[in-house]
């Protein structure tokens, strides 16, 4: 009798407690569609970005200074895009192949890409050549910049 007494009490206690259905479950997956929308992400959290590979360029000569120049002028446009908001990422390979850097754009467009690739002295002077491709990837990557600002100590 005590064990069919104490069946009944486990079988009324799983029975009473309370169920999670649709209208009160938690999503915990994390998502925020107000971050989702600022950032211009699709359901998946991407979206379409162009990237920039770049290449030597065939006018890698010239004297120390004058590479030195040029590189200064190159972080400066670098500097300059990335504040416009157009360019979301940049950096060098750290090899001394042919490829040499990405960049990657917050533009619709290879030729919007295009037109401001030609405002890189490195590629005006001949020193980088650019192949860009329409990419496909994490809309978080429209924050890097201002998580970058936040973690460095200097910036060239």
Known sequence: MK???????VFGIACAAPTEDESSA???????????????????????????????GPNRD???????????????????LAEAGK?????????????????VFDVKTVEEAEALTNTDPAIQAGSLVMELKPWYGSAAMMQINEVHNNISKENP
């Open 26 to 56: 938690t999503d915990t997956t994390g998502f925020d569609a107000a971050l989702a929308e600022k950032l211009g992400a699709d359901d998946y959290g991407m979206r379409q970005y162009v990237m920039a590979l770049l290449k030597a």
């Open 3 to 9: 064990y069919l007494f104490f069946l009944f009490l």
């Open 62 to 80: 010239g004297s120390e200074e004058e590479r030195a120049a040029l590189q200064a002028a190159h972080m400066e446009n670098i500097g300059k």
């Open 87 to 103: 360019l979301i990422l940049a950096g060098p390979f750290l090899d001394d192949g042919e490829l040499r850097g990405i960049y």
